[in-house]
């Protein structure tokens, strides 16, 4: 049990001592308005008398109690937010001392008193607090005040949280070993290793990864892609758990000579791949010259120069890049310029190329759904389109009868202009 003990003492009407456990301070003031000097610091306490209503605002702080004030002040849910009518309510209380002293009516300090008052409610207003939940205790409710402090501490803690999190993930990937799938290793860009790591296994008759790790001192990993292109060449067999692989070559000359097929065979794969690339790049370039002769000749049209178009329509047909734009505009130009038998060739030409594009996109279609084989056939012949029951295109082919009923049509003109 906690024993207390707190004295007021009258020094003066109006003025009084206080002495506690805590220490001494000082009130100046009759009924309704006190100030209050301590080493806490100095209150102004300000009331209607009769009544029990008061308020209680600290206007200065004590040096030894300034870093305490700063960051939670328990005595008082008020802060100052106009000095201006704290120093004129400060001023009425302190008329309502003095007045009554010089021999003044009590009225006119009653009047101060609430004068004063009225001043002071104005000056003030409740601070902000927030209400937390703790969940460390018992989930006891308590209230903290909010400050930009707080908050920057906060966002910094939750930005180390998540930071650290992102370095344990980025460790877990990197430490993570997944099984190796032969299908997916790579035989024509070798390690530099590889060799010397079929030698040693042959050597050794061990087909181990972390002997490889050991003695070139690689990392798991890598040791791991080359075990797998070993087993790729045919020098070790398939992984068997946590046993090491069967070695298939028995010797070093069995191993010259795997590596030797294996040179060959890289040669021809990597032949093939260059010549696939080679093939790709120049039919991108063909494709690029071909757009580029279009729009020249659309722009060269929109200038009304008709001849320097059809020459550039012309360099644009290329049998291997089957684009229906330089066929229909050169067919329209020379009907235009009654040309009829150049345009019965550029005709010819595009049924030839339309008509060769079509079976190559048919027998594709076939290819990738040979339950279709029939319909294609079909729709070869009457030159239709097909459609699946989702609305999605199986097969889409060019018009190839339009281009033959305009071929009709220029033989039967020019057959007139002759007579």
């Known amino acids: 049990m906690g024993l207390y003990f707190r004295k007021r003492i009258k020094i003066l009407p109006g003025v009084h001592m206080n ?19 301590g080493k806490r610091g100095t209150y102004v306490t300000t009331g209607i008398p009769g009544t029990g209503i008061y308020s209680r605002t600290k206007v200065c702080n004590n040096n030894m109690s300034n870093h305490r004030t700063q960051l939670n002040n328990a005595d008082s849910g008020y802060e100052i937010k106009n000095y201006t009518g704290c120093l004129f309510s400060f001023i009425c209380y302190a008329l309502a001392v003095i007045l ?11 009047l101060l008193i609430i004068i004063g008052f009225a001043l002071h409610l104005s000056s003030v207003e409740k601070k902000e607090t927030v209400q937390m939940d703790n969940e460390i205790g018992n989930d006891n ?6 400050t930009p402090i707080n908050r920057i501490i906060t966002d910094t803690e939750e930005k180390v949280d998540k930071k650290k999190e992102e370095i ?16 997916n290793v790579d035989m024509i860009r070798l390690d530099p290793l590889f060799e010397d790591s079929a030698r040693l296994v042959v050597i050794h008759q061990q087909g181990s990864t972390s002997l490889i790790q050991r003695k070139f001192a690689i990392g798991y990993n890598r040791a791991g892609r080359i075990m797998d292109q070993l087993e790729c060449a045919g020098i070790v067999g398939e992984t068997s758990g946590i046993k090491a692989r069967e070695v298939l070559c028995k010797d070093e000359g069995e191993l010259e000579y795997r590596l030797n097929h294996l040179e060959k065979s890289r040669f021809e794969t990597l032949k093939q791949k260059q010549e696939k690339e080679f093939k790709e790049i120049a039919q991108q370039e063909v494709l690029n010259e071909n757009s580029r002769l279009i729009k020249l000749g659309i722009d060269l049209e929109k200038e009304g120069m008709i001849n320097e178009a059809i020459a550039v329509y012309e360099k644009a047909i290329i049998p291997q890049l089957p684009a229906t734009h330089p066929y229909d505009r050169l067919m329209i130009l020379y009907r235009k310029k009654k040309d009829y038998d150049n345009e019965i060739r550029i005709i010819k030409i595009a049924i030839s190329v339309f008509m060769k594009e079509n079976e190559r996109r048919a027998g594709r279609a076939i290819e990738d759904d040979s339950s279709l084989y029939n319909q294609v056939m079909q729709a070869l012949e009457t030159n239709e389109n097909i459609r699946y029951e989702d609305g999605k295109w199986a097969f889409v082919q060019y018009d190839v009868m339009e281009y033959i009923t305009r071929l009709e049509k ?9 007579n």
């Open 410 to 418: 220029a033989k039967r003109l020019l057959e007139k202009s002759k």
């Open 100 to 110: 009554p002293i010089c021999g003044i009516h009590f009225a006119l300090s009653i």
């Open 168 to 183: 344990f993930i980025k460790k877990e990937e990197e430490e993570k070993i997944e099984d190796p799938s032969v299908n």
């Open 141 to 146: 409710e308590t209230l903290i005040t909010e």
């Open 19 to 37: 002495v506690s456990k805590s220490g001494t301070s000082w009130s100046i003031g009759p009924r309704g308005a006190k100030v209050n000097f």
